[in-house]
C-alpha cells in the first residue's frame, strides 16, 4: 500500500454506518464492488473485472474458467512469488518450470523448449512491475494454441506498448494485499474480455450466485456447477475505488524517480536490469546486476551501513526457484489424493531437479534489487544515486 487518505477513511466510515456490506443488492443496482469492476475494467481498457479475495485466487479462477485441470500442463516462471505455482497446483495441473532470462521474466526461447501436447496455458509475471517479452509469448501462444494467463500481482498499472498489463493475454490477474501499489489490506482482481468464460468466473468465485437475484439471469442451467466462495465484501470494493484513483498518479511518481535513478547510473556506467518495454515499466523498484553473487550481497552490506535497503533477489524469502521448488519435488501436497502427478506421466524428480535453474540461479544470484521509495523527491532520489554510485563503485 503506498498511498491512503482521506477518501478510504470516509468510504470506510460510511460502509460501516450503513451495515449494508454484502455486495449483491438485486438486479442491475450497483455496489461499491460492481462500480470498482466497471472502473476498473476502464482503466484498463478491458470488458470484464471481478474484485475477489486474493491475487491467488484470481489464478485459481483463470485457470478454472479455461477449464484447465488433472493431468494438463502449465508454464510458469522460475522467479515469482509461490502463490502462481500453488494456483497451478490447486486445479491439479502441472507447474512446468521455465527459466528466466536476462530480464528477470519468463525466457520465451524456454517456454517455446518445454511446450508438449499437454500444454494449456503459459503464465507469464510481471515481477516487481517489469513487463515481460509479451510479443514472444503471445505469439508462441498463438502457434501452439495456448492461453495466456498473465500475473499482474506486481505490476499494477504496467503497460506494454502502450496497453494496460493485464488485457495482453486472455486473463489478467491482480493482488491488492498490502505489498502491493494498489491495496485493500488483502484481495485481487481477474479481468477478461472473454464474456462467455467470465460467467464460469462469476460462478467459479461465489457458488450461490446462481441462486442470487442480482445475477441469477445471467446464467442459463447449463452454465451452472458448484463453485468457490472467493466473494468480497463492500469494504473492499469502497478501499479499491478509492485506491484506484490513486494509481496514475503513483505511477507517475514512481516512474519519474526511475527514470532520475537510471540517468544518473548510466552517467556513471552502472549496469542495471533493462525491462522489455521501459515507459511501461512501474518504476517500484531497480535492479542493479553485479559480476558475482559475492558483489551483490556485499553491496547490500554496503548500502545497510549507509541505512539504505537494497535486497538481493537470493535472499527474498519465496520468489526464486530453489526456495519453493522442494515442495513440487518431495510431492508435499494438501491431500495425498489431491497429486496432480496422479493424472501425469512426469517425474517429479526429475521435472524439478535444480540443475535445470542454473541460468535462473546465475540471473538471480548477481542481481540487488533497489525498492524506490515513494515518498522520495527529487533531492533524495539524487542522493540515493550518489550512495549506489559510490558503493558500487568502491566494489571494482
Ligand atoms: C507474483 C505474485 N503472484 C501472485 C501473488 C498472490 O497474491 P495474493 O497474496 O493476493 O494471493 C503475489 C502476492 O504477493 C505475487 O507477488
Not at 494498489?182 to 477478461?192: F, H, K, N, P, Y
Not at 512501474?282 to 542493479?288: D, P, Q, V
Amino acid at each position: 500500500m503506498y498511498v491512503t487518505d482521506d477518501e478510504e477513511i470516509q468510504i470506510l466510515k460510511s460502509l460501516i454506518e450503513s451495515q449494508e456490506l454484502f455486495r449483491f443488492k438485486g438486479k442491475n443496482i450497483p455496489s461499491q464492488c460492481s462500480l470498482f469492476e466497471d472502473e476498473l475494467s476502464l482503466y484498463l481498457g478491458t470488458k470484464h473485472s471481478l474484485i475477489l479475495t486474493s491475487g491467488t485466487n484470481a489464478l485459481v479462477l483463470a485457470l478454472q474458467a479455461l477449464k484447465i485441470g488433472p493431468g494438463d500442463e502449465v508454464i510458469v516462471p522460475s522467479f515469482t512469488f509461490f502463490a502462481t505455482i500453488a494456483a497451478v497446483v490447486q486445479v491439479q495441473a502441472i507447474p512446468i518450470i521455465a527459466n528466466i532470462d536476462s530480464s528477470l521474466t519468463i525466457d520465451p526461447n524456454e517456454c517455446e523448449r518445454l511446450i508438449t501436447l499437454k500444454t494449456k496455458a503459459i503464465i507469464p509475471v510481471h515481477m516487481d512491475g517489469l513487463p515481460c517479452a509479451m510479443t514472444e509469448i503471445l505469439t508462441l501462444a498463438k502457434k501452439y494454441n495456448l492461453a495466456v494467463i498473465e500475473d499482474v500481482a506486481q505490476a499494477m498499472g504496467g503497460e506494454f506498448k502502450g496497453q494496460k498489463l493485464g488485457t495482453l493475454g486472455d486473463y489478467g490477474c491482480f493482488s491488492f494485499n498490502m505489498d502491493k501499489t494498489l491495496s485493500c489490506g488483502e484481495g485481487g482482481a481477474i479481468v477478461t474480455s472473454h464474456a462467455e468464460e467470465f460467467k464460469r468466473v462469476q460462478l467459479a468465485h461465489d457458488t450461490c450466485s446462481q441462486f442470487g437475484a442480482t445475477w441469477r439471469e445471467n446464467f442459463t442451467p447449463s452454465d451452472c456447477f458448484i463453485g468457490y466462495s472467493m466473494r468480497v465484501s463492500e469494504l473492499s470494493g469502497g478501499m479499491m475505488r478509492a485506491q484506484l484513483k490513486k494509481a496514475d498518479l503513483i505511477l507517475k511518481k514512481l516512474r519519474t524517480s526511475k527514470k532520475l535513478l537510471i540517468e544518473k547510473l548510466e552517467s556513471a556506467n552502472i549496469d542495471y536490469i533493462k525491462a522489455h518495454c521501459p515507459l511501461g515499466d512501474c518504476g517500484t523498484s531497480l535492479h542493479l546486476k553485479f559480476e558475482d553473487a559475492k558483489q551483490a550481497i556485499l553491496f547490500s552490506k554496503k548500502m545497510m551501513e549507509q541505512e539504505v535497503t537494497t535486497i538481493p533477489i537470493s535472499i527474498r524469502p519465496a520468489h526464486a526457484v530453489w526456495q519453493w521448488i522442494h515442495l513440487l519435488r518431495e510431492e508435499k501436497f494438501i491431500h495425498p489424493k489431491l497429486n496432480p502427478f496422479l493424472h501425469s506421466d512426469r517425474k517429479p524428480k526429475e521435472l524439478y531437479h535444480q540443475m535445470n535453474y542454473l541460468a535462473t540461479t546465475e540471473y538471480l544470484t548477481t542481481t540487488t534489487k533497489i525498492p524506490i521509495p515513494f515518498k522520495f523527491e527529487t533531492a533524495q532520489i539524487e542522493q540515493l544515486a550518489e550512495k549506489i554510485i559510490k558503493t558500487r563503485q568502491l566494489l571494482n
